[in-house]
């Protein structure tokens, strides 16, 4: 069965410093993929990046850029130059190929200080 | 392009009532989620869809929970009837079918839902 565990559960940084998020899963699939999404104070949850696990490059998208380390079943998100706006709840999550929903980590709340 | 719509955005219900929230997957999305977000369990899945089909159901939401997509554009979500463990946001999500390059879940501003 696939597992996310994401075991930060808070990070406090300041302005325009980089953070780093930790997330591993459990996956028997030896092609998967991985997101992080944001979910803001209003609630909302946004995409932010992915790393298809076919792929050896690390994904990079503006600030955001991930460490996938394959032997390791690791993703990090990786923030940099943080922005107060960045302040936010982080998920990791991880879809199957073989057709199963994707399933999340408990998130990790991000504090941005000036 | 609109993206996913759920209706209400909030609701209250009495316990053993029963509810059903909606949702509208962005435009030719083949597969819909139904998610539980709470403070203590995150984000449980309670049902996929893929074009119509029930692809998974949440296994501890079977018993008062049903999903259904009614057409490729709408799908409902019941409980019944409610409790007040309940209580949560339920998120609605589509996103192109698996393998597909952009395979990306895009997220409903979802239904707070409150059970008295």
């Known amino acids: 069965a696939q597992k996310v565990t994401q075991t930060q559960t808070s990070i406090s940084v300041m302005e325009k410093t980089t953070v780093t998020m930790d997330c591993v899963y459990e996956t028997r699939d030896s092609s998967y993929f991985l997101f992080w999404y944001k979910q803001t104070a209003s609630g909302e949850i946004v995409f932010l990046i992915r790393?298809?696990?076919?792929?050896?490059e690390n994904a990079t998208e503006g600030h955001y850029s991930l460490n996938f380390q394959k032997p390791k079943s690791s993703i990090g998100l990786i923030i940099t130059a943080t922005q107060i706006e960045d302040s936010a709840v982080y998920f990791c999550?991880?879809?199957?190929?073989?057709?199963?929903?994707?399933?999340f980590g408990a998130g990790t709340k991000l504090s941005v200080k000036p | 392009d609109a993206g996913v719509t759920q209706t209400p955005r909030h609701e209250v219900a009495e316990k053993g009532q029963t509810i059903i929230l909606k949702c509208e997957p962005v435009?030719?999305?083949?597969?819909l989620f139904w998610y539980r977000q709470t403070k203590i369990q995150g984000l449980e899945l309670l049902s996929y869809f893929r074009s119509k089909s029930l692809m998974e159901d949440g296994g501890a939401f079977k018993d008062r929970f049903k999903a259904e997509m009614l057409n490729s554009s709408f799908s409902t979500l019941k409980i019944q009837p409610t409790e007040p463990k309940d209580s949560a946001v339920y998120l609605c999500?589509?996103?192109?079918?698996?393998?597909?390059?952009?395979?990306?879940?895009?997220f409903g501003a979802g239904t707070r839902l409150s059970v008295l």
């Open positions: 435009s030719g999305h083949n597969d």
């Open positions: 999500a589509s996103s192109l079918a698996m393998g597909a390059s952009q395979n990306t879940l895009y």
């Open positions: 790393q298809d696990s076919y792929k050896k």
């Open positions: 999550a991880m879809r199957e190929f073989n057709n199963n929903a994707p399933r």
